[in-house]
């Protein structure tokens, strides 16, 4: 955390101040009320008068507790706020990195899969390679890319070009490498499965292999994309 970030954290706010001030006002008058007290003469004063001096002193006392108990009150309310602002920002932070990496303008890194898709009579087209990447998301893959320049995410289309394919406006070359982020068990699972990605690469003139990978790494970022006609709804 930037060394700022800390100093403002533990700068007291203002209310805080405030209220810490006014405890140790309170506690000075408390205390020079009882030593005015104790230093004065009542050896001359009447019975009735000391008790009334006493009734006074206690309801004074009383009225004095009474505002430090809601002055601590208020001053515990304020530090519970705070710490409530502090997690709350913590919260929307994390968030707002998932959305991130689901939308595919930050980087990920996490366990998952290597997928290579051998090609060599040209034979794998977009819509196989889509398929590929499906049967991925299906099986809970949270990030992927293809050969490391494209992120795949839920507006990224495949495109046959002059017997190349884009991904989201990449020409991919082969062989194609998909790197995806999620369990490797499941995904390894999901593509050996028979009928599963494998054997649809297979049949269609190409081969795959998968690798469980204890760490993926992911830079390629999506490109950013305003909605024409999608607002929010609130």
């Known amino acids: ?4 970030r800390w100093r ?3 700068r007291p706010t203002f209310p805080l101040v405030t209220v810490a001030v006014l405890l140790g006002i309170l506690g000075l008058a ?21 008790v009334e001096l ?14 430090i108990d809601e002055l601590t009150t208020t001053r515990n309310g304020l530090l519970s706020s705070t710490k409530r602002s502090e997690q709350a920002e913590k919260q929307a932070k994390l968030r707002a990195e998932q959305l991130a990496i689901l939308a595919g303008t930050s980087g990920a890194t996490g366990p998952g899969v290597e997928v290579i898709i051998q090609d060599p009579d040209k034979d794998i ?3 196989a390679l889509l398929d590929a990447i499906e049967e991925l998301r299906d099986a809970g893959a949270e990030a992927i ?14 495109l046959d070009e002059d017997d190349e394919i884009r991904v989201g406006g990449r020409e991919i070359k082969r062989p194609y490498v998909i790197e995806a982020i999620g369990d490797p068990s499941v995904l390894a699972g999901a593509v050996r499965f028979p009928g599963g990605l494998i054997d649809t690469i297979t049949t269609r003139g190409g081969t795959a292999t998968v690798t469980k990978q204890d760490k993926v790494t992911i830079t390629a970022l999506a490109d950013v994309t305003t909605p024409e006609y999608a607002r929010p709804s609130s």
């Open 125 to 127: 087209d977009a819509s």
């Open 145 to 158: 890319a293809i050969n490391g320049v494209a992120r795949v995410i839920a507006q990224t289309y495949f």
């Open 30 to 50: 408390i205390v020079a009320q009882i030593h005015e007290k104790d230093n004065d003469d009542y050896s001359n004063v009447r019975g009735d008068d000391l």
């Open 1 to 4: 955390m930037p060394e700022s």
């Open 54 to 67: 006493l009734k006074s002193l206690d309801a004074a006392n009383e009225r004095l507790g009474t505002q």
């Open 8 to 10: 403002s954290l533990l």
